[in-house]
């Protein structure tokens, strides 16, 4: 189970550390451009703070037990993400964009999930 756990964590985070330094990386034009077209209704700064969130998620996500060092932050990372996904669920769905509102669903349940599993037995 402590490598299906690690799997998952690695490929959460490399998702959620490609999305945030999209945000963080590319001006908010150009986030809208490529696809993130919920930014349209959000400053500058909250596509920023979005972004660092993300990626600050992403890493908390590995390197606290990859350290071995403060794991407990680990699954903190997991539900601070799930809550994101919450949110970006609620945006999409006020937009009138049900569709586009199944990626965030899915990462919301998949990031939960880590968090419950990485304070049960088989935390790593």
Not at 3 to 10: M, Q
Request: aromatic share 8%.
């Amino acid at each position: 189970m402590n490598i299906v756990l690690w799997i998952a964590a690695s490929v959460l985070a490399l998702a959620f550390l490609a999305s945030g330094a999209t945000k963080l990386l590319r001006p908010r034009e150009k986030v809208i451009t490529s696809g993130y077209r919920w930014a349209e209704d959000f400053s500058r700064g909250q596509v920023k703070l979005i972004g660092v969130a993300e990626v600050l998620g992403a890493t908390g996500l590995i390197v606290p037990p990859a350290l071995g060092v403060l794991d407990v932050l680990s699954p903190v990372a997991a539900a601070g993400l799930a809550l994101l996904m919450a949110g970006a669920v609620v945006v999409h769905l006020r937009r009138g964009e049900p569709t586009y509102a199944t990626g965030p669903v899915v990462l919301a349940v998949l990031t939960a999930a880590l968090a419950v599993l990485r304070f049960g037995p088989y935390a790593f």
